[in-house]
């Protein structure tokens, strides 16, 4: 129980901060023009008004670290070629907002305060992990012994089998920045299903949660960048 009232307190203070950073640089951020993104990637024209205010957002945040002596240099982004080849490799269909960031920003996200972590298009980076339990509940998210207390010190799934490793389902993801100590996040990429286009954070090195960190990809860059 106690880890699920983290979780949230965690998630509110994201979208406190979020919407924060929002109104605090709107007037500056609404004036940026996508007319450059749009020839790139015309696939930008399908994004609804707040997915494009949340892209001009990226755009500020990048720039603005890119001006920064103190942090190396953001590397430029991959071409429409090169990400459909990817996609056909692995036969899959990126998210909309992570395609439009890659080919119209950069092939990169913040990792931290000095450096960009490059989002590998490879024969490698797809990977599948567990994601959902039978019960429609994060990989243990609410983990506990099976006994419905709550408490994590059987650290299983919570179905009561004491196994936290029996899943359903499982889904494919794309690494977009390794955290450390094995830590890493990463945007679910399945074609279909709830989950598609989230960015989640996987911490199973420590014998740690799968759980979602952001609703879209675009929220989780805006909130990476602009710290």
């Known amino acids: 129980m106690m880890s699920r009232m983290l979780y949230y307190m965690e998630q509110e203070e994201k979208a406190g901060k979020q919407a924060e950073y929002y109104e605090t640089n709107r007037d500056e951020i609404s004036k940026i023009n996508l007319d450059q993104a749009i020839h790139i990637n015309p696939t930008v ?3 609804s008004e707040t997915q494009l205010f949340k892209l001009k957002c990226a ?4 720039a603005n670290l890119r001006n920064n002596k103190n942090i190396f240099l953001a590397p430029g982004p991959y071409t429409l070629e090169e990400i459909t080849a990817f996609e056909t490799l692995h036969n899959i269909k990126l998210p909309l907002e ?3 960031y890659l080919t119209c920003i950069s092939k990169a996200t913040f990792k931290d305060h000095l450096h960009w972590q490059h989002v590998v298009l490879d024969k490698y980076s797809v990977n599948m992990m ?4 039978s019960d429609k509940k994060y ?3 609410v983990a506990d012994d099976g006994n419905g207390d709550g408490n994590d010190d059987g650290n299983d799934d919570g179905n009561g089998d004491g196994n936290k490793n029996e899943c359903d389902n499982t889904t494919k993801v794309l690494t ?3 955290i450390g100590c094995g830590y890493s996040d990463v945007l679910i990429i399945d074609k279909e299903g709830d989950y598609s286009g989230q960015v989640w954070n996987e911490k199973f090195a420590g ?8 609703d879209s990809f675009f929220d989780y860059c805006v909130i990476h960048t602009s710290n």
Not at 59 to 62: D, E, F, P, S, Y
């Open 176 to 178: 977009i920045r390794n």
């Open 139 to 141: 990989y243990n998210q």
């Open 130 to 133: 567990p994601t959902i339990t």
């Open 59 to 62: 755009i500020h945040n990048v």
């Open 45 to 47: 024209s399908n994004l």
């Open 207 to 214: 014998d740690g949660v799968f759980k979602k960190a952001n």
């Open 98 to 100: 992570l395609s439009i």
